[in-house]
């Protein structure tokens, strides 16, 4: 049934210039589920969510989210239609404090109750945030970032979250906290997301279905419970023998 979809992407190819960074893309992440590309670097992970999100508009295929074709739409247009992405580094307005940093994810909601309501459910998920609310958002850490980037695409109350690469750049123990809170609010809230990460071992816990991507194609796709179970996964994307 198509009303569990949220997210179809058909034979996606995105390319910078004459390089060809995704070649012919396909995949599906169910309402509610936690989905992750896995891929080392270059595989095109990150291309993929920036041709989801309207960043780039691809070559061939299409997008669609929740029923609706999306291919190349006006990025400010996806936002407004409930997707949000982290990108890859956060890119959180350091000069803004942390308070205006979440609002601005809130630019396109006009429920105040609501909105307050959902800046205490992430400074109930992340209390340094609440902490540090006043704060110029270019003093928190790394790891503080990467929760504010979470925080703010929240704050629009999305039904997707596109995810990249949370684990760059912080300790093991900052990158469990962050996939524990991720997973809280897949659970808590019912945001499906879509996570793209290096960090195989973190995503294949977190997620629900799996995609693996190698040189812009996905070679292998299934329940992360399975491809935990696979000889190739083990080898070469969890460093067991
Ligand atoms: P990483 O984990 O290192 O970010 P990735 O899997 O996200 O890797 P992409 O960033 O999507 O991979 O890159 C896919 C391919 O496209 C790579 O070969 C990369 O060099 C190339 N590429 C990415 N961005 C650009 C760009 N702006 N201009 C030219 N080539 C690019």
Not at 117 to 142: C, H, K, T, W
Request: hydrophobic share 40%; aromatic share 4%; net charge neutral.
């Amino acid at each position: 049934n198509d009303d569990n979809i949220v997210l179809k992407l058909l034979n996606v190819e995105s390319a910078y210039g004459p390089i060809k960074a995704i070649r012919g893309v396909s995949l599906q992440v169910k309402k509610g589920e936690i989905a992750t590309v896995l891929g080392s670097n270059g595989a095109g992970k990150t291309t993929i969510l920036k041709t989801i999100s309207g960043i780039i508009d691809p070559r061939k295929g299409s997008v669609e989210f929740k029923g609706q074709n999306i291919t190349a739409m006006d990025p400010a247009l996806i936002v407004q239609s409930g997707l949000m992405h982290v990108p890859e580094g956060r890119e959180v307005f350091p000069l803004l404090s942390i308070r205006d940093n979440l609002l601005m994810g809130a630019f396109t909601r006009n429920d105040r109750d609501g909105v307050a309501r959902d800046m205490e459910v992430v400074f109930n998920y992340f209390p340094i945030l609440r902490e540090r609310a006043a704060q110029d958002a270019g003093l928190l850490s790394g790891g503080q970032q990467q929760m504010l980037a979470i925080s703010r695409a929240l704050m629009a109350n999305p039904d997707l979250i596109l995810l990249d690469e949370p684990s760059l750049g912080l300790s093991p123990k900052l990158t469990k906290e962050i996939f524990e809170i991720v997973v809280r609010i897949n659970r808590e809230r019912g945001t499906t997301i879509l996570l793209v990460e290096q960090n195989a071992n973190m995503a294949l816990n977190a997620s629900d279905y799996g995609y693996v991507l190698e040189n812009g194609r996905i070679v292998m796709e299934d329940t992360c419970a399975r491809l935990r179970e696979k000889d190739d996964i083990k080898e070469f994307y969890l460093g067991m023998k």
